[in-house]
């Protein structure tokens, strides 16, 4: 048995994440104390690293909980796990490939700078023409919004 400090040093996950996740279902709640304190077993520990790595690996809290199901389901087959998996690649890459243009687009105005005043600023002109800002089919967009 062990604390919600103990927990929270030995996962890695800081305490109101880990109260955040019994709060939304993510973990289950623990037994209690006379005193009303929480208290762990490992099974709570393996879980919540399960979750940690998920989230380092970008994947939804909603992706999560299916994934946390599955893993109750030990004979159902794994596709659902492959094509939550390949969902969050996706996304990965769809971020990498705005995360690039972004990049692209900040080299280009910092390349521009002629080490001028405030006034002849390339940084400052591009952010305020909202025309040079427009995404491929027209619409305004804010890229590191959009980026992350």
Do not use: W
């Not at 762990?40 to 879980?47: C, P, Q, S, T």
């Not at 940690?52 to 794994?78: K, Y």
């Not at 971020?95 to 280009?108: N, Q, S």
């Amino acid at each position: 048995m062990m604390t919600i400090g103990k927990l929270s040093i030995t996962a890695g996950v800081k305490v109101p994440t880990i109260r955040y996740y019994e709060e939304i279902g993510l973990m289950p709640e623990p037994e209690r104390t006379e005193g009303n304190q929480r208290r762990y077993i490992r099974a709570h520990l393996e879980r919540l690293n399960f979750i940690r790595h998920a989230r380092d690996l970008g994947f939804s809290v909603e992706a999560i909980r299916d994934l946390l199901s599955l893993q109750a389901t030990p004979d159902a087959p794994c596709h659902d796990a492959d094509r939550i998996a390949a969902d969050n690649l996706a996304d990965v890459r769809a971020k990498i490939a705005r995360l690039k243009k972004l990049e692209a687009e900040l080299e280009h105005i910092v390349s521009e700078c002629a080490g001028g005043r405030a006034g002849e600023c390339n940084v400052l002109s591009t952010l305020a023409d909202h025309a040079l800002c427009m995404t491929d089919h027209g619409h305004a967009h804010n890229s590191l919004h959009d980026a992350s």
